[in-house]
């Protein structure tokens, strides 16, 4: 199933949320299972399917990261999350010193400042991320994309990683 061809886009990167958005509203009151429910059941069955896919597919392409990873496998390339890291020190070396500012905000009992300073490198780092990665599919140069991806995968998961720990210190002083 190609969700381009699902949502009638074109088979690229940046595309126009909003027809998106109004061409999965038309699926939906062509495929939606309530629909029919006076239907046999093997007809049921196959309109659920498609609804399902129908949702995924929207879910996929609405959002950055998913749409990325999404339109790379459409080309034949993969993220390899773990190999990249493990091939790549230098990018390791140069951001283990976050993990060293997340230990330190631990330790500071969360300073709202520290932690605002850290949250806004996260986000710069993940914004030049995402403009390198519109940029790089323009160009059609999906080995960097996938590179690039997988570093933004990883602030990414640092992100997440702070809010976790940021809830938890908050749940812990209640």
């Known amino acids: ?7 009638n886009l074109p088979k690229k ?11 999965f509203y038309k699926l939906q ?5 309530d629909l029919f429910i006076n239907d046999s059941l093997s007809k049921k069955k196959v309109i ?17 990261l998913s749409r990325a990873i999404y339109l790379l496998s459409l080309h034949g390339f993969k993220i390899k999350n773990q190999k990249f890291f493990s091939e790549n020190h230098g990018f390791l070396e140069k951001y283990f010193s976050l993990y060293e ?8 009992n969360f300073d709202e400042t520290l932690l605002n300073n850290l949250l806004k490198k996260i986000s710069k780092r993940i914004q030049k991320y995402k403009e390198e990665i ?22 990414e998961k640092m992100r997440m990683n702070l809010k976790k720990e940021q809830n938890s210190f908050k749940t812990d002083i209640k």
Request: no cysteine.
């Open 29 to 33: 009151l062509q495929f939606h299972p």
């Open 48 to 64: 659920l399917e498609k609804s399902i896919q129908i949702n995924k597919g929207y879910k996929i392409l609405k959002n950055f």
């Open 13 to 23: 990167f940046k595309i126009n949320k909003e027809l998106l958005s109004q061409n």
């Open 134 to 155: 519109e940029l790089e599919f323009e160009k059609k140069n999906f080995e960097k994309v996938s590179i690039v991806i997988e570093k933004l995968l990883f602030f």
């Open 1 to 7: 199933m190609n969700y381009f061809i699902l949502f």
């Open 101 to 108: 500012e997340l230990d330190n905000l631990k330790k500071n």
